[in-house]
């Protein structure tokens, strides 16, 4: 079992639509990251988290350290939010490991 | 624009022959990671340098190498090229000496293709 899981693998939605994503993780953490990974490959730094909940712009970001889940959300989803995200952990007192999920393959169609 | 660069973009090369792939990371940044990021693997952790020093290991190969130089740019050596080597590698920078200390700021990745 992979220590980071994310879920869906894949995700199709009409523009406008509320967007969820799950990262759950075995391993005591420090921080989780979200990463947006476009198509053309580049890779932006979303949020990164320990506690509560983050939000920027028309993503927002939670995460509950007791139940070892985060979840990304993206409202009023638009075609541009089309990309990967990708859940990053970092371990807890291995502040040099960071483990990356498989990523979510998000497309919204217009 | 994160401040990153990386050169070059993409990279042919055969097997058995010696690459390096370049970073700049973004100014004031003194962290550079690299990674790589291979279709069946995901993104994976190959190691870190800050300030000049090799900071931490991930899963990297005895065949690869990098370094940091005075002027924080860093280099990733990759030799006795492989096909299974073939994959994107980026760069990322941040300011702080942990890795969870300050946000991650990512290069465009270099995409090496081993023939």
């Known amino acids: 079992k992979n220590e980071v899981e994310q879920s869906p693998q894949n995700l199709t939605a009409q523009e406008g639509e509320f967007i969820t994503i799950n990262c759950s993780y075995s391993?005591?953490?420090?921080?989780l990251h979200w990463l947006q990974q476009h198509p053309g490959g580049g890779i932006v730094s979303l949020f990164m988290?320990?506690?509560g909940k983050k939000k920027h712009g028309r993503l927002i970001a939670t995460i509950n350290i007791q139940e070892k889940h985060s979840s990304l959300h993206i409202t009023a989803s638009h075609p541009r939010d089309s990309a990967v995200y990708i859940c990053?952990?970092?371990?807890?007192?291995?502040?040099?490991?960071?483990?990356f999920g498989k990523g979510t393959r998000l497309h919204i169609l217009p | 624009d994160s401040g990153v660069t990386q050169t070059p973009k993409h990279l042919i090369t055969a097997t058995g022959q010696r690459v390096t792939l370049r970073c700049s990371p973004r100014?004031?940044?003194?962290?550079v990671y690299w990674y790589q990021q291979s279709l069946d693997q995901g993104l994976q952790f190959l190691i870190q340098?800050?300030?000049?020093?090799?900071?931490a290991k991930g899963n990297i190969l005895e065949r690869f190498s990098a370094q940091q130089f005075p002027d924080l740019h860093s280099e990733l050596n990759l030799s006795s090229l492989e096909l299974g080597d073939s994959a994107l590698y980026f760069c990322?920078?941040?300011?702080?000496?942990?890795?969870?200390?300050?946000?991650?700021?990512f290069g465009n990745g270099t995409r090496l293709t081993v023939t």
């Open positions: 990322a920078s941040s300011v702080a000496r942990r890795v969870g200390g300050s946000p991650l700021h």
């Open positions: 391993v005591g953490i420090s921080a």
């Open positions: 988290l320990s506690s």
């Open positions: 990053a952990v970092l371990m807890v007192n291995r502040d040099d490991k960071i483990i």
């Open positions: 100014s004031g940044d003194l962290s």
């Open positions: 340098y800050y300030n000049g020093e090799e900071r």
